[in-house]
């Protein structure tokens, strides 16, 4: 047994599993559980694991007491100054008082909807954070009080890994200014995913960004002002100097989900073609871009039909691949040339005619070669998920894939054409594709007539509700 849960049941059951020695003996070997709490008796029995767990890597605790039966007051959960709250008091009562305790070393944990105002007094004092490999913040009331804890030198998990944090700022930005400061003290993460709403600027600078330039690999970072669900309200951007600077320190970057300068759908803005070069130029690794901004119909009052808006889109698509592989060539032609010039210099001056005519059948060659050159960008979405579930496409997010169109006259010289493919078999296709899956808090549908007239991803018709 690997993997415990402590989730809701329909009885109590703590006492017939503190009898139980069979469970015991199979939990040797566990290393991961995940605790659900929503009562009295869950956080019991979430207690009786940690217990009897011997060595503990990575722990999900995810609070939801909002669909409690009987209601317990906030207060009264939640940690205060004085005093741990009815939570961490119970899952690790074992080990009360915390101030003497010895901290568990994790390698990953996930808070959800977990109240860590105080967690300086308490999950810092249970659980030693500076072995953490993965970090998981979603939704956790002072949650900028926990991550300014982990900016102090004896929390600093200095080998963190991955990243995510979803959070709802207050006015006074405090979560920002604390994420801005963690992430200039780390120095090695690969994967960076981050949420805030009521945002009052961007989440993060450029700076805290690049800092992780050598080592990034998958990319997310959204923020808002006003109400996620209102289409009026722009998410923030980077500056397009700063999103260039981005692209050129963290070439190593697989995965990127931003938000793009807003344009009109029938021609790219200067800006948004700025963006579009920065990412064919200088990732060369990138293989899925999601533009959670979706392209509008200006100067136009009246919203085209989804079918034709998604024809115009794909378009868009296509063009991003295009510059992508123009972006490829260029590089293979550099490195060519390069690879020459170095052989030049180690062979004579001396060149038969014998020797012309080799080289240049070899050149023939290298153009036909560089012909085939393509970049490694496969998959290109517009919008967002707000699906969690493998089986249900969002009708917020319109997913292309790269496909080839090979003339019989040009055979070696296809060319790039964007297929729409259903969000939810994307994954099948290309598996690195994680910044699709992301729930972000804003999920706004295509500025286009739904109903009639849309189409599918899959080329079907539309209904009533889009999809």
């Known amino acids: ?62 609070a939801n007491f909002g669909d409690a039966e009987i209601e317990i007051p906030a207060s009264e959960l939640q940690d205060s100054p004085t005093e741990p709250g009815l939570v961490t008091r119970t899952l690790f009562g074992h080990m009360l008082p915390f101030d003497k305790c010895t901290p ?20 810092c004092r249970v659980i030693d954070f500076t072995h953490l490999k993965t970090l998981r913040i979603f939704n956790c009331l002072g949650a900028d009080s926990l991550i300014a804890t982990l900016c102090k030198s004896s929390n600093l998990p200095l080998a963190l890994q991955s990243f995510e944090f979803k959070h709802d700022d207050d006015s006074s930005g405090e979560a920002t200014t604390a994420l801005n400061t963690l992430l200039t003290l780390l120095s090695c993460l690969r994967r960076l995913y981050i949420d805030i709403s009521n945002a009052k600027a961007g989440p993060i600078t450029e700076a ?36 260039v600077k981005i692209c050129t320190a963290c070439t190593k970057l697989e995965q990127l989900s931003v938000a793009f300068p807003t344009t009109p759908i029938f021609r790219m803005t200067e800006d948004y073609a700025r963006w579009v070069a920065a990412v064919a130029s200088s990732l060369p690794k990138l293989v899925t871009l999601n533009v959670t901004t979706w392209p509008t119909n200006t100067p136009s009052s009246t919203r085209l039909p989804r079918k034709a808006y998604e024809w115009l889109l794909q378009g868009m698509a296509q063009e991003t691949f295009e510059a992508s592989k123009g972006a490829a060539r260029l590089r293979k032609r550099e490195e060519l040339a390069k690879a020459k010039k170095s052989s030049e210099n180690n062979t004579s001056a001396d060149i038969t005619a014998d ?16 012909l085939s050159v393509n970049s490694k960008l496969t998959t290109i979405a517009f919008g967002t998920s707000d699906k969690i579930f493998e089986r249900i496409d969002p009708k ?25 493919v259903s969000w939810s078999l994307r994954k099948y296709e290309e598996s690195r594709s994680d910044v699709l899956d992301f729930a972000l808090a804003r999920a706004i549908r295509p500025p286009c007539r739904e109903g009639i007239g849309g189409s599918s991803p899959l080329g079907g018709r539309g209904n009533d509700d889009g999809w």
């Open 1 to 62: 047994m690997k993997w415990l849960e402590a989730i809701a049941l329909d009885k109590s059951i703590s006492k017939e599993f503190i009898k139980s020695l069979k469970l015991e003996a199979a939990m040797g070997r566990c290393t991961k559980v995940g605790l659900y709490p929503d009562s009295r008796d869950t956080l019991q029995l979430a207690n009786e694991l940690l217990k009897r767990v011997k060595k503990i890597e990575k722990i999900t605790l995810h």
């Open 396 to 420: 917020t997010c319109i997913v292309y894939m790269r496909g080839s169109l090979i003339s019989p006259t040009t055979p070696n010289n296809p060319t790039n054409a964007a297929v729409p």
């Open 104 to 123: 568990l070393t994790l390698r990953e944990i996930t808070l959800q909807n977990v109240h860590v105002r105080f967690a300086s007094d308490t999950y």
């Open 355 to 370: 020797a012309a005519e080799e080289t240049s059948t070899k050149k023939t060659k290298v153009d036909d070669h560089e």
């Open 208 to 243: 805290a960004v690049t800092r992780h330039g050598k080592t990034l690999t998958e990319m997310l970072i959204h923020s808002y002002e006003g109400d996620p669900s209102d289409p009026e309200d722009e998410e923030h951007l980077f500056s397009t100097e700063d999103f």
